[in-house]
């Protein structure tokens, strides 16, 4: 609930409540799949015809939303940008939040949106002279690279990391941003990511071909009578 009520605070959404999409996504899979199940089982033409149009707009809108990110993958870089620094701004604000970045930072290997300078966004890691944090000129424990050996984390491992030239950085802390960390992620299990956007599609296309074939079967029958 923490990150939920923190995303709806640090985008650009208007104060939309992301709770709400799930609950709209939730529903419309309950009427989706109430629609084929009842239609399949009590043989209703009206119900199968509505979950086989409501599946085929659903994979119409994937199949947009698919083009429609390819052709503005820069703004869609933007504002993943965006939202990681404002992230970044509030990292101290939400406990959850602040887990889901460390996580974050810790699974890609990075630090930042494009780099660990991008920490000085946040009141308490800047490098300015006016600020009196101990994390002054610092990063988060997870931009830490990590050693096999140790058992325990290192929280402190970040302190005074940016005042380091950057090639002593690059031997304490990850250097890359998430931004480019995510995009060359995506690039390595493109044939994963691929594979399961075109299982999850041929699984749509089944299923309307089923429900209209079920139709089919039962309009030939009710026609013989």
């Known amino acids: 609930q923490g990150v939920l009520s923190n995303i709806s605070s640090i985008t650009d959404l208007g104060g939309f409540d992301p709770v709400w999409l799930f609950l709209v996504v939730g529903g419309v899979m309950f009427i989706l799949g ?3 199940c009842i239609g399949a089982l009590r043989e209703n033409t009206f ?8 599946l085929g707009i659903i994979f119409f809108l994937e199949l947009t ?47 930042g949106a494009f780099g660990a300078d991008d920490w000085n966004l946040n009141i308490y890691f ?9 994390e002054r000129c610092g990063v988060p424990f997870s931009c ?3 050693d096999p050996a140790e058992d325990v984390i290192n929280t402190q491992c970040g302190y005074d990391a940016r005042q380091k030239p950057e090639v002593d950085q690059q031997i304490v ?15 390595d299990n493109l044939t994963i990511v ?4 075109i299982g999850i599609a041929l699984l749509q296309i089944f299923g309307i071909c ?7 079967d039962i309009e030939a029958v009710r026609a013989s009578w």
């Open 173 to 187: 802390i990850y250097t890359k941003g998430c931004v480019p960390q995510f995009e060359k992620w995506l690039q």
């Open 65 to 111: 939303a698919g083009i429609l990110a390819f052709v503005f993958k820069d703004w869609i870089k933007d504002q993943l940008y965006f939202f990681i620094n404002n992230n970044i701004r509030a990292y101290r604000d939400d406990i959850d939040l602040q887990n889901l970045i460390d996580f974050t930072q810790e699974y890609w290997q990075c630090c």
């Open 194 to 197: 691929a594979g399961i956007f």
């Open 47 to 54: 119900l199968l015809k509505f979950f086989s149009v409501f």
């Open 126 to 134: 800047n490098c300015t002279d006016s600020n009196t944090s101990r």
């Open 144 to 146: 830490c690279t990590k």
């Open 210 to 216: 089923l429900a209209q074939n079920l139709v089919s």
């Open 34 to 36: 109430f629609a084929g």
